[in-house]
């Protein structure tokens, strides 16, 4: 049984559901916040997760960031080395699905040319009416990027855990790789 712990960086535009997603993440789904103010800075949320089909867990530390461009320079020393990564965007908004490219390329500056495994979440799926990023061309967009691709509906409490879950197994996947290479060096 291996316990792991990981940084994982929640990224994404102002408003798209990134608290939303870390605080029910966070309580099992059983807080989901009607009033929200907007983050300054960045929030911890701390939760560990059983990996699927083993005994293995990792130890999120899961670092909330404002999706401002006002607290950049602040969050850059939080960004610093990161595990993994959760880009969040709303399929009610095409500016924030485009903006996926920047966060994803600001993570990748900070990993130091470290694999940084990654899922892209469409969040707000429960405003079909509204919805303006269709999902094949975001599922493409990330899975050409290396990430993979969940929706979400927070608000309706669908497929919130699942992204995290997906983290967990990649970030185990990724420590035994590296345990194998040393063992294959002795």
């Not at 029910?24 to 103010?37: E, I, P």
Request: with cysteine; aromatic share 10%; glycine share 6%.
């Amino acid at each position: 049984m291996v316990k792991l712990a990981a940084k994982c960086i929640l990224a994404g535009d102002p408003t798209v559901g990134k608290t939303a997603l870390a605080q029910m993440f966070r309580t099992d789904g059983a807080l989901f916040q009607k009033n929200y103010t907007l983050t300054t800075g960045v929030d911890l949320v701390v939760k560990t997760v059983t990996v699927p089909d083993t005994m293995d867990s990792v130890e999120f530390f899961i670092f909330d960031s404002a999706g401002k461009e006002l607290f950049s320079e602040m969050l850059d020393k939080l960004w610093e080395a990161p595990n993994l990564l959760c880009l969040v965007y709303d399929v009610t908004n095409e500016q924030s699905f485009q903006s996926c490219a920047k966060w994803l390329e600001k993570a990748r500056a900070h990993s130091h040319g470290v694999s940084l495994p990654g899922v892209l979440v469409g969040n707000k799926t429960d405003l079909t009416g509204r919805r303006t990023v269709d999902a094949v061309e975001a599922r493409t967009w990330a899975l050409g990027q290396g990430l993979e691709y969940f929706e979400t509906s927070v608000k309706e409490m669908e497929n919130f855990e699942a992204p995290f879950r997906c983290l967990a197994k990649q970030f185990l996947h990724l420590y035994r790789e590296k345990v194998e290479g040393i063992w294959a060096l002795v």
